[in-house]
């Protein structure tokens, strides 16, 4: 009887311990921008969800379409129904993995470039992508940062051709987000 | 008689450019001039999602809504507005609103209150975008 006591207690001792080094945010801003010279497209979502376990270096982080909120109201209106189909595919997502968390010291002032790789899934669509961030542990928050481009190809997300020319065919995203430290 | 025909084509052809040009660069609607299409509960919108989230997008995405809640939490964003979040009993989430771009007011922890949005989804928490505060 002691014996499964004592398991239980240490079960939960290390469960404890091992959610303390998650670090988590639910008001993450993503920005994309698929501007041309004749367009400026430049929506914003400031509620991504955002969690990175300093123990593995996995980050996860999650963003619904219909989040982003653009300038002009039939822009968002087709970006919603005819180009990312929202209705039908309402959240993009990120699962991957920090290659060399290991460089961060996560108690200690400091920034760390790093290399990021891990499946995005838009559109219905998931595809490897790899790319550089920057990690600045600041009196015990986290901030991620993180420039990259998406090619809209990549994820089946097909512009018609009258439009064509006002809408890049890559969009270059934007990451930044401000974790803290995820307690239970 | 020709004149007149060509003048009244032409202010036609200017009237329609306007408009084509103001309804192509019209912003967003704030949701102050919106009506809700749903009222609801925090507790039981999240309810909603949580048991059936398919469900629930078919019923709730994209729509205007209005929910009544006990204020959790509120974040306070660096840049930008402040996220509330809404009591919905459950543990693991609630009902996230995040303000419109210059909607003010004060906000306390424990008050009940109801916004109007825009449904986006859900993540951990079910989201509202563009928010009201409702009298």
């Known amino acids: 009887m002691k014996k499964i006591l004592f398991l239980i207690a240490l079960a939960t001792v290390s469960v404890t311990s091992l959610s ?31 969690v990175i376990d300093a123990a593995t270096g996995v980050v996860e982080f999650a963003v619904l379409i219909k989040g982003f ?45 790093v290399n990021v790789k891990g499946i995005m899934t838009l559109h219905g669509v998931s595809k490897e992508i790899k790319t ?31 439009v064509a020319d006002k809408i890049s065919k890559t969009a270059k995203v934007k990451v930044e ?8 | 008689m020709k004149k007149w025909i060509f003048l009244i084509l032409a202010i036609g052809l200017v009237a329609g450019l306007a408009i ?38 078919a019923t709730f995405l994209g729509k205007v809504v209005e929910v009544s809640g006990e204020i959790q939490t509120i974040s306070d964003t660096e840049e930008g507005q402040p996220s509330i979040l809404l009591d919905a009993g459950g543990m693991m989430g609630g009902v996230i609103c995040r303000l419109d771009q210059g909607i003010t ?11 109007r949005g825009e449904c986006t989804g859900k993540l951990m928490d079910v989201e509202l975008a563009r928010c009201v505060p409702v009298e």
């Open chain 1, 20 to 50: 303390a080094q998650k670090y988590f945010t639910r008001d993450g801003m993503i920005s994309f921008s698929a501007s041309t010279p004749l367009e400026t497209i430049e929506p914003t979502n400031k509620g991504a969800t955002a």
């Open chain 1, 177 to 184: 987000v401000a974790l803290a430290e995820l307690k239970r």
């Open chain 1, 69 to 113: 909120i653009f300038e002009k109201a039939l822009m968002q209106e087709h970006f919603n129904e005819n180009y990312l189909q929202s209705g039908k595919y309402p959240k993009a997502t990120f699962k991957g993995k920090i290659v060399d968390a290991e460089s961060i010291k996560w108690t200690k002032n400091g920034t760390y470039p």
């Open chain 2, 20 to 57: 084509g040009y103001y309804m192509y660069n019209e912003p967003l609607e704030g949701m102050d001039s919106q009506e809700a299409e749903i009222t609801i509960s925090a507790k039981d919108l999240y309810a909603s999602f949580d048991t059936d989230e398919a469900n629930a997008n």
């Open chain 1, 132 to 162: 550089t961030a920057t990690i600045q542990v600041s009196g015990g928050r986290i901030i991620a940062t993180s420039n990259f481009e998406l090619p809209l190809s990549d994820y089946e997300i097909s512009i018609p051709s009258v």
């Open chain 2, 105 to 115: 007011g004060s906000f306390s922890v424990g008050q009940n209150i109801t916004f």
